[in-house]
């Protein structure tokens, strides 16, 4: 499956973004599909996931603040996040496993700054 991610910017803190990643095939059969960031200097980190049977999981540093939800029709992932934060500030690649192989999509780039 090929994902191309898409919704990043530059916010203040406080703001709103909604990132979205799109698939190439249907994501029904897709059992894990979650969002990673990588903030400059430091490791690649899940942010939030979700399977196909509707488990999520987030990161604590996101929990209260960012949703992720999908739409089976549109084929696509969705990362909404709210109450932006300075360390919120990375390049945002979103990930799904297709029968057992990893496919990541480009990173979309969120700058959280006053």
């Known amino acids: 499956v090929q994902l191309q991610a898409s919704g990043g910017g530059s916010v203040q803190p406080g703001g709103s973004l909604r990132l979205a990643c799109a698939a190439s095939?249907?994501?029904?059969?897709?059992?894990?599909m979650g969002w990673y960031r990588q903030a400059p200097g430091k490791q690649r980190e899940l942010v939030a996931s979700?399977?196909?049977?509707?488990?999520?999981n987030k990161a604590d540093a996101v929990k209260g603040r960012f949703t992720i939800s999908r739409d089976n029709a549109k084929n696509t992932m969705y990362l909404q996040m709210n109450n932006l934060k300075v360390e919120d500030t990375a390049v945002y690649y979103c990930?799904?496993?297709?029968?057992?192989?990893?496919?990541w999509g480009q990173g979309t780039l969120v700058t959280v700054s006053s």
């Open positions: 979700l399977t196909n049977d509707g488990r999520t």
């Open positions: 095939t249907s994501i029904l059969g897709l059992t894990f």
């Open positions: 990930n799904a496993i297709d029968s057992g192989w990893p496919s």
